[in-house]
């Protein structure tokens, strides 16, 4: 037995130097959509869907075994409906912070709202220093998710190549206290 279906993402981000600390548009306000999950119905489908039947299980004679198909009806994938925005209020040589919300409204659970902000420290020549924090699913009515937090780094090696190290905590009811560790180079 096997159920596919076809489905799209589609996004637009929007970038204006409205709010721009130091008026360059890659820290203004910062608006975006997408729709997740657009396609077909989801069915399932195949040769366990074939069973025998014995329309008259207590009289003999009948045609026993008969071979019968189970029809199953399609469902909707999960779509979600996100907008949200972002923007750097504070931005100097060394430092930058960036807050964001968005907003999900998906067919299938109850609508939300997500919230975070980055600190970024640039140490000249080095790399960065990053420290996370957010808050996600706010107003769901059973809300699984709890506090995230993270730490991170970059370091620039030799030829425009970078060393990014990364921890985030997350709070989850359920897998509990969840950690998240990173590590990637850059070439």
Do not use: C
Not at 157 to 186: C, E, H, P, R, W
């Amino acid at each position: 037995m096997s159920a596919s279906a076809a489905a799209v993402d589609l996004g637009v981000i929007v970038d204006t130097d409205f709010l721009a600390a130091d008026g360059k548009r890659e820290n203004g306000l910062k608006i975006g959509m997408s729709i997740s999950n657009y396609g077909t119905r989801m069915q399932y489908d195949g040769i366990d869907l074939l069973q025998p039947i014995d329309i008259l299980p207590n009289e003999n004679g009948n045609y026993k075994d008969v071979e019968g198909q189970y029809r199953v009806q399609g469902w909707e994938l999960p779509l979600i409906f996100r907008i949200g925005t972002s923007i750097t209020p504070i931005v100097s040589e060394s430092q930058r912070i960036t807050l964001a919300v968005d907003a999900l409204h998906p067919n299938n659970n109850n609508e939300s709202i997500n919230m975070g902000a980055e600190y970024e420290y640039s140490f000249v020549g080095f790399g960065k220093l990053s420290l996370w924090g957010g808050y996600r699913g706010l107003f769901m009515d059973e809300n699984p998710y709890g506090m995230t937090l993270g730490v991170g780094m970059q370091v620039n090696l030799m030829n425009n190549s970078t060393l990014k190290i990364g921890y985030v905590y997350k709070d989850m009811q359920i897998l509990s206290n969840t950690s998240i560790y990173t590590f990637a180079i850059t070439f």
